[in-house]
């Protein structure tokens, strides 16, 4: 499979142009249709129409292959071709029920919302269910986690892992983590991956936070545009990599706390429209005390509905699950607020509250999400 991908199985690509497109990133024919011919110009400063050449080749042979679908099609291969749509289960019924039965591959999937409401715990959860057998709702398939703001931790995976009863040490062998450091360096990362996902069987691309490093580094009203059109290169390159290889991407997204900074809605996502237009699907993330409600947002076919779940040691969790498992933590935590008269810190006071919130729960306050 990676043999025929080669740049030289394209006729009339010889060794000379084949170092000029390695030498500017682009590794294999599925590479050369992943960047589009405007951008393959710019980066060999090879002739426009050249490049045109050179991807309506790639395109053709990819079709002959089978492994892209014809530019004109009957209905009915567009069909066939979204019944190779895999689906990654959430490891929970209630997400997997939004979901109308897991994270689609295909597709770009955003999950935004505010800090601590569960993106990065959705993403590592995702990371261990993806590797599950196809019989079990997983696809037997690894991980690239480009990891932007240093909150992949492995230590999380392993307890996912054993939650779900999976071997931790196989699982930690399926994720490549890929460290960015700035947003042209989580750029490159994307525009490299093409050979990381054949080689590796990559079924889920996750990038948290996708918007982040573009939000630190385009400060000001000024840049606005500029960062818009950054970003929007990225998260098109990230969606049209999720069609071409078959696999899963989910890109998170903050909204900001205080919502005078960018945008005026505090339940936009930071990323202002450039992320909402790319995503087939977009998931919104709110807490609610220690209960999290996940919203499906738009899609081109599932109801707009909500779930509530749970944060726990098995990553997203159905909700009675997780009551089950804080009963004893419950306890333990009460003991401790009576041993300190008062808590010490903001963190532990809004854990105490929130550990109250599960106590009192009942149907109440989980119908009062909607704003
Ligand atoms: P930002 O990246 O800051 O925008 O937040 P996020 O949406 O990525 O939040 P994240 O997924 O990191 O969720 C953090 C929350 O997950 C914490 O407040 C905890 O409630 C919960 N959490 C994380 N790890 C554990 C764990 O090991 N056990 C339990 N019970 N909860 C955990
Ligand atoms: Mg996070």
Do not use: W
Request: one cysteine or more; proline letters at 3%.
């Amino acid at each position: 499979m990676v043999e025929d991908l080669r740049l030289d199985s394209l006729e009339g690509v010889g060794p000379v142009t084949t170092r000029k497109l390695s030498d500017a990133g682009v590794h294999n024919v599925m590479d050369l249709i992943v960047r589009g011919p405007v951008e393959i110009a710019e980066i060999t400063g090879m002739e426009k129409d050249t490049a045109e050449k050179i991807v309506n080749k790639a395109r053709q042979y990819l079709v002959e292959t089978g492994l892209l679908s014809r530019d004109f099609v009957k209905a009915t291969e567009v069909y066939k071709r979204r019944q190779d749509i895999g689906k990654i289960t959430t490891g929970t019924n209630c997400l997997d029920t939004l979901f109308d039965g897991g994270v689609e591959t295909q597709a770009l999937t955003e999950v935004y919302g505010e800090f601590g409401s569960g993106k990065t715990q959705f993403a590592h959860t995702l990371s261990v269910m993806v590797q599950k057998p196809k019989t079990e709702g997983g696809l037997d398939g690894g991980v690239l986690y480009i990891d932007t703001e240093n909150t992949f931790r492995p230590e999380r995976i392993v307890s996912i892992a054993q939650a779900h009863e999976m071997d931790p040490e196989k699982v930690l062998d399926r994720i490549i983590v890929a460290r960015a450091y700035n947003s042209a360096h989580q750029t490159l990362i994307l525009e490299e991956a093409g050979p990381v996902i054949e080689e590796n069987n990559i079924k889920l691309i996750v990038v948290d936070s996708a918007v982040g490093l573009f939000r630190a580094e385009y400060l000001g009203r000024g840049t606005l545009s500029n960062r818009q059109q950054k970003l929007n290169h990225f998260v098109h390159m990230l969606s049209r990599i999720a069609e071409t290889y078959n696999c899963a991407a989910i890109a998170t997204n903050q909204v900001m706390a205080s919502p005078d900074v960018f945008f005026g809605d505090p339940t936009r996502p930071i990323g202002g429209n450039v992320v909402a237009h790319t995503s087939t699907y977009r998931i919104y993330f709110k807490k609610s005390g220690k209960k999290r409600i996940a919203r499906m947002v738009d899609s081109p076919h599932h109801p707009e509905e909500e779930v509530i779940f749970a944060l726990g040691e098995a990553g997203v969790m159905d909700l009675e699950d997780a009551e089950k498992k804080t009963t004893k933590k419950t306890t333990k935590k009460v003991t401790k607020k009576e041993k300190e008269s008062e808590p010490e810190t903001a963190v532990e006071s809004a854990e105490l509250e929130t550990v109250q919130a599960i106590e009192d729960a009942d149907s109440d306050d989980l119908e009062s999400i909607e704003e």
